[in-house]
């Protein structure tokens, strides 16, 4: 079993910044691709970033360049620095951790950017 918990989500005015973490626990996987994803109102989710293993990172064109991704696997952590906030990252994001057998979601934090 794997178990993700975020946190940091808030109200924040657009230009602003919010970073989002992801803790990691049970049985994690060295191999494990962690990401994060997005669900708008009215949207499916949708990657914003994910990193693997071995620190390769994709981004949405939306965020390229605004957004960043970071592990700290020593804490089983995640991170997503989001920078340059816009009123179209308002969603609720969620963490997510995928290995060979199994993909795992947190419960999601909400992320609100006010124009």
């Known amino acids: 079993q794997v178990q993700l918990v975020e946190s940091g989500g808030g109200l924040v005015q657009a230009g602003g910044s919010l970073r989002l973490s992801c803790v990691a626990s049970?049985?994690?996987?060295?191999?494990?691709?962690m990401g994060w994803y997005r669900q708008a109102t009215g949207k499916q989710r949708a990657l914003v970033a994910s990193m693997t293993s071995s620190s390769t990172t994709t981004y949405a064109d939306s965020v390229e360049g605004r957004f960043t991704i970071s592990r700290d696997n020593a804490k089983n952590m995640v991170y997503l620095q989001m920078r340059t906030l816009k009123p179209e990252d308002t969603a609720d994001y969620y963490c997510?951790?995928?290995?060979?057998?199994?993909?795992?979601w947190g419960q999601g934090t909400q992320v609100t950017v006010s124009s």
């Open positions: 997510n951790y995928r290995d060979s057998s199994r993909i795992v």
């Open positions: 049970g049985s994690i996987s060295r191999f494990a691709t």
